[in-house]
Nanobody, 124 residues
Framework: QVQLVESGGGLVQAGDSLRLSCAVS???????VGWFRQAPGKEREFVAF????????DYEASMEGRFTVSRDDAKNMVLLQMNSLKPEDTAVYYC??????????????????WGQGTRVTVSS
């Protein structure tokens, strides 16, 4: 059974950086993890994706260049480095794992395992 636990959220000012961690228990057969976020009053949206067995990463357009997703094999973690944070990045951030790889990894309904989320608040 796969379990995911996010950490690293907090309150920061606009322009600051944060690194979120997604600790993985168990083996993710797909080698694929996505990050999503849900802002207050909004639907959950795709943020970033990594499939580490074939070195694929992907980002939502508004985050590309500011966010970087990576894998720490030694710690069995997936990381999300967030730079140049903006107030509109305020949200609860979730990591999620695909049970089997699916091409439509931007859709949250394709994910089988979810963490509990970590809150990020960016003040202006």
């Amino acid at each position: 059974q796969v379990q995911l636990v996010e950490s690293g959220g907090g309150l920061v000012q606009a322009g600051d950086s944060l690194r979120l961690s997604c600790a993985v228990s168990g083996r993710i057969k797909s080698s694929a993890v996505g990050w999503f976020r849900q802002a207050p009053g909004k639907e959950r949206e795709f943020v970033a994706f990594i499939r580490w067995d074939v070195s694929i990463t992907d980002y939502e357009a508004s985050m590309e260049g500011r966010f970087t997703v990576s894998r720490d094999d030694a710690k069995n973690m997936v990381l999300l480095q967030m730079n140049s944070l903006k107030p509109e990045d305020t949200a609860v951030y979730y990591c999620a794992a695909l049970g089997i790889y699916r091409l439509d990894y931007r859709s949250e309904r394709n994910y089988d395992y979810w963490g509990q989320g970590t809150r990020v608040t960016v003040s202006s």
